[in-house]
């Protein structure tokens, strides 16, 4: 196992799927889209999860950020097994360890960039802390927009702003599904880089689901899912070696991941958004009306 740089409250693990079985669907529309992963995301890495399309990821993702369950195996973030936890817990638990960065930027329209970066403490009840702010709001480069609203910024400024959402409340680990799937290569070059620093400067941990074997090049570390399976482990990647690495999937596979390819990025939009909703729980409904009343006060 990999030695951990900044390990959360003693565990070396940010997070973790044992034996993770996700059985979708029953008898002859029976999905297995996990078959049986473990695979660890140590505390400060950066870790990127690839493989071709239907291969699993976005399902681990979401089974290990607690977003849904697992068949059969254990998910954990930290040292808490998330099985053991009821609805309620769970939900706490999301908002406040874990952080979420979504395709779909998800930013609430309504709020200024400075009240959608501190939404998730102001819905736990938290101040936020000046100083740690303040240096996220310089790492993401958004100063001098915090008083602007999501829809007067670009794709890849709005996605700044989730990045920064992210990591505000100073979680265990941060979870991003294709962070740059909407973005020009620049805009999302310029995400990655930013999902990288802050995970370096804030010792937190990242673990981002891509196709984009570039996207990959910027973790620490790439783990290869192959039907439902974890396949191959790749440290300090860069964007030929993974490239080289998902042609040989191709070679076995290649017409039908070409094929499912269009399919899939429709169902991870809707999977994206409603994502988001558990992630925050029940503080949706909270959150827009903290907009309704900030919206009245600004
Ligand atoms: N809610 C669901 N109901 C039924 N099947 C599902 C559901 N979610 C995912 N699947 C299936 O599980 C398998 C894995 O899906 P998943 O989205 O995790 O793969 P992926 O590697 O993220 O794919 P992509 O790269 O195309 O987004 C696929 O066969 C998919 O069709």
């Known amino acids: 196992m990999t030695t951990a740089t900044h390990a959360p409250a003693g565990y070396a693990d940010a997070a973790r799927v044992l ?49 849904d369950t697992l068949t059969s195996g254990a998910a954990f973030v930290g040292g808490t097994d998330l099985s053991t936890l009821d609805d309620r817990r769970l939900t706490l638990l999301r908002r406040d360890r874990v952080g979420f960065v979504f395709q779909a930027f998800n930013l609430l329209p309504t709020l200024t960039v400075a009240e959608n970066i501190t939404l998730p403490l102001d819905l736990a009840g938290r101040t936020p802390d000046r100083a740690r ?20 910024l670009s794709g890849g400024q709005q996605q700044r702003v989730a990045v920064a959402r992210a990591f505000v409340g100073d979680p265990d680990v941060v979870f991003a599904d294709e962070p740059t799937g909407n973005l020009d290569s620049r805009s999302g070059e310029e995400v990655l880089r930013l999902l990288g620093r802050t995970a370096r400067e804030t010792g937190r941990t990242v673990v981002m689901v891509t196709h984009d074997p570039v996207a990959a090049a910027h973790a620490d570390e790439v783990v290869f899912l192959a039907d439902g399976r974890l396949v191959d482990r790749m440290a300090a990647p860069t964007a030929d070696r993974v490239l080289d690495r998902m042609k040989a999937f191709e070679t076995g596979t290649g017409a039908k991941a070409v094929e499912t390819d269009t399919g899939a990025q429709a169902f991870e939009t809707g999977s994206g958004a409603k994502a988001f909703e558990a992630g925050t729980g029940d503080s949706a409904s909270a959150g827009s009306e903290a907009g309704a009343t900030r919206g009245a006060t600004t």
């Open 133 to 152: 702010f303040d240096r996220l709001v310089d790492t993401v480069g958004l100063r001098d927009r915090l008083h602007h609203r999501p829809g007067e």
């Open 19 to 67: 034996d993770a079985v996700k059985v979708y669907g029953r008898g002859d529309t029976e999905v297995r889209a996990l078959d049986g992963v473990s695979v660890d995301f140590p505390a400060g890495r950066f870790t990127a999860v690839m493989g071709p399309s239907g291969s699993g990821k976005s399902t681990l993702l979401h089974c290990a950020a607690g977003l």
